[in-house]
């Protein structure tokens, strides 16, 4: 008989788990007939064991079977995309309104801030008034009429993601290959998409730090969702750095505005561009990837995709008028303090893992789950790789609830710096493609 206690048996001693015994768990995570200590105990089991490609696309589609699977009619294609996780990565807040700008219809199901990397909907929610927990009708009128939702999983859709997803966080495995796997697909695979873009980030600011790693988890998550029927392509970008200058929620949705208000180009625009022009490609909205390319830019640098970010926004329950007066709704630290250089050199490297952990600790984050995240604090005006940099010259600039927790964040911040003499090769931004 299949139960928790025989599941957690098997992965204690390393045997193999079954698709039945797989969609047992999956079922048993979403009913809570697993309690939290047995998720927590089947969440490292996996993490230790890891699973064979038949059990993770097995795991994969019976978490995606724990809710309702949506469904649409629409006269466009249905497309998303998903990041593995970085530091200063908004890059959806972009992608998703200049998509729907090019035609394509964007169900984007996202998360919160796991671990050292900072959540969508966290950064969506620093704008007051925005909620981005809607129903599924609801849902279905905003792609409708605006072309593009950004909102959390509703409790029909992949509720045993949600439930384990929560666990990852606290019990540290989130890292695992096999759990990322299948947390981002059963959500993506649940939106009945045409065609899903999945940005793999590797580096120092990424859950997957080498670019085998990366490889590997860009193949696991393109093979298993293409065996389940969706047409995915996995883009390998850097993270050895922020994608923008800031950390924190508020701060990187002020970056986002830049960009959208045409004040602002960068790194953002140009992962943007690579994971929109492989979407619009492959769902027939464009000739091939660098036509896509060109018409995300055009739709960014032209204010189209900030009228359908303003669109969104309204519809969740945000500002009217943020689009043309985005600098009065976004909260602000009462402790802003720059963080000097302690000697001149050139920026060789940064630990972005060390500067996302440094936010959580300034509360932009959670530490255990349910905490409350600080929209306001975090970090900006964060210095890019191969700078040359003068003693004392700003490498960051904390935002901080306290003076204290502002002293060591911006500790912190000069011991994820590393200075040297001579300069080094900055990575390329966009490796590889899988897919």
């Known amino acids: 008989m299949t139960n928790a206690r025989t599941i957690l048996a098997k992965l204690r001693h390393q045997e193999p788990l079954d698709a039945e015994e797989l969609g047992w768990a999956a079922a048993a995570l979403a009913s809570g007939e697993m309690s939290a200590a047995q998720a927590g105990a089947f969440a490292m089991g996996i993490c230790r064991n890891g699973l064979d490609d038949a059990g993770r696309v097995a795991l994969t589609l019976a978490m995606r079977d724990s809710g309702q699977v949506l469904q649409w009619d629409l006269d466009g294609p249905v497309l998303d995309k998903h990041s593995t996780g970085g530091v200063g990565d908004c890059v959806s807040l972009i992608l998703a309104p200049a998509l729907a700008a090019c035609g394509a219809f964007v169900p984007m199901i996202s998360g919160r801030g796991l671990g050292h990397t900072g959540g969508t909907l966290d950064k969506l929610e620093a704008i007051p008034g925005v909620t981005t927990q809607v129903e599924e009708a609801r ?41 990322i796997t299948a947390s981002i697909l059963s959500k993506k695979l649940a ?40 047409r995915t392509t996995a883009v390998i970008s850097d993270m050895n750095q922020p994608l923008v200058p800031s950390l924190g929620n508020a701060l990187e949705v002020a970056e986002v505005m830049r960009v959208l208000r045409g004040d602002a180009q960068g790194p953002i625009v140009d992962v943007a561009a690579a994971l929109g022009g492989v979407l619009l490609a492959n769902g027939g909205l464009a000739q091939d990837v660098q036509a896509g390319a060109d018409a995300i830019v055009n739709a960014v640098r032209s204010g189209a995709a900030a009228e359908v970010f303003g669109k969104m926004l309204a519809a969740l329950g945000g500002p009217v008028s943020f689009v043309e007066n985005w600098q009065r709704f976004l909260p602000e630290a009462t402790v802003i303090r720059a963080v000097k250089a302690p000697c001149a050199g050139y920026v060789t490297a940064i630990d972005g893992e060390a500067l996302g952990l440094a936010v959580v600790d300034l509360g932009g984050g959670r530490k255990i789950e349910g905490d409350e995240v600080n929209p306001a604090v975090g970090l900006s005006e964060v210095v890019r790789l191969g700078t040359k940099v003068s003693s004392g010259q700003t490498l960051a600039v904390v935002h901080a609830s306290r003076s204290d927790l502002a002293d060591q964040a911006a500790l912190a911040v000069q011991a994820a710096m590393t200075l040297s003499d001579t300069s080094a090769q900055v990575p390329d931004l966009i490796l590889e493609r899988v897919g």
């Not at 950004?150 to 966080?169: E, F, M, Q």
């Not at 670019?211 to 298993?224: F, K, N, V, Y």
């Open 139 to 179: 849902l279905h009128d905003i792609v409708r009429q605006v072309g593009c939702a950004i909102v959390g999983a509703t409790g029909n859709i992949a509720p045993a993601d949600k439930r384990l997803y929560a666990v990852r966080d606290v019990t540290s495995t989130v890292d695992s290959l096999d759990l």
């Open 191 to 230: 939106a009945s998409l045409d065609g899903l873009v999945l940005d793999v980030k590797v580096g120092s600011g990424a859950f997957m730090k080498d670019l085998p790693e990366a490889q590997a988890l860009a193949s696991a998550l393109t093979a298993t969702a293409n065996a389940a029927g969706c």
